[in-house]
């Protein structure tokens, strides 16, 4: 009773996620090159064969990057709106692409991904849930502001990505030009630490155990801040920040259906700690 998710990179510099059961997996965005994605999850012992399907959120290049080279050597169906992949403008091979619906679940396998609208200045942007196994997990980043259907989703989720991008105080004292910094406060930019917190601490399900906070910026972030910022309000949930460098370890995401608790793990860490390398042996594949 569980999914398996990983970021393998999560920043504007590039963003792909890995959602899977034990025997069938979906990426959400393509931002990494095709054999920078190869080489991270081979790094996490997971196998592109059991990737099924490609979802693409929007058409920002960080989210798009390795979309043709992974289309092309591994001739996976891509779930993405017309709107997103005319702007796009990627060589695909259109028998491979696929449309989805506002609030219209698609089924890969045993796994079902329920696509919802958000804000965010992209031709038609979407965050996803993907739920599987009685867990729900929420790809929610390139966000302007929680709209009442970031509420509604992010609340019913045993874990999330959560974008988390910039300290407010960073961005409006730092270097950016005014209508940067403005195009990224606004309401189709970018979710602050701050609005992120707001969304933790007022909606997050009593079933929240692992909150990956995800595109952190480079230039109006860090890290060691959003920690800080997070970890007093943690309570029973798992804070672990995505890095714009390399892919997160593995979680398991498993409901337990006896005692209705969730419970999250990590893994993999280091290559080191042997009681973690067998269960990820054990667990994944
Ligand atoms: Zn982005
Ligand atoms: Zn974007």
Do not use: W
Request: hydrophobic residues 35%; aromatic residues 8%.
């Amino acid at each position: 009773m569980s999914l398996f998710i990983a970021s393998l990179n999560s920043g504007s510099n590039a963003n792909c996620y890995y959602i899977g059961n034990r025997t069938e997996a979906i990426l959400v965005d393509a931002g990494l090159s095709c054999r920078e994605t190869e080489r991270r999850m081979k790094q996490l012992n997971l196998s592109m064969k059991m990737v099924r399907a490609l979802f693409i959120s929007h058409e920002h290049s960080d989210h798009i990057t390795g979309l043709p080279g992974l289309v092309k050597k591994y001739q996976l169906p891509v779930f993405i709106t017309p709107d997103t992949l005319v702007n796009c403008n990627l060589p695909l091979d259109r028998e491979l692409t696929r449309s989805f619906k506002h609030a219209k679940p698609v089924h890969i396998g045993s796994i079902s991904v329920t696509p919802f609208k958000k804000s965010h200045d992209a031709a038609d942007p979407y965050s996803f849930m993907v739920s599987g196994n009685s867990v729900n997990i929420g790809i929610i980043t390139d966000i302007g502001y929680a709209c009442k259907r970031v509420l509604k989703y992010f609340s019913q989720c045993h874990a999330a990505f959560l974008e988390s991008n910039y300290c407010e105080d960073m961005l409006m004292n730092g270097n950016y030009p005014y209508p940067l910094k403005k195009r990224i406060s606004g309401d189709e930019g970018h979710l602050s630490n701050n609005q992120a917190l707001d969304l933790f601490i007022n909606y997050r399900s009593a079933n929240l155990q692992l909150l990956i906070l995800s595109h952190l910026s480079k230039n109006n972030n860090k890290p060691e801040l959003v920690k800080k910022l997070f970890n007093p309000h943690a309570g029973s949930t798992q804070i672990v920040i995505a890095s714009r460098y390399e892919a997160s370890p593995v979680f398991e995401v498993s409901f337990a259906a006896n005692n209705k608790q969730i419970q999250a793990q990590n893994l993999r860490k280091g290559k080191n700690n042997n009681r973690e390398k067998n269960q990820t042996q054990l667990s994944l594949f």
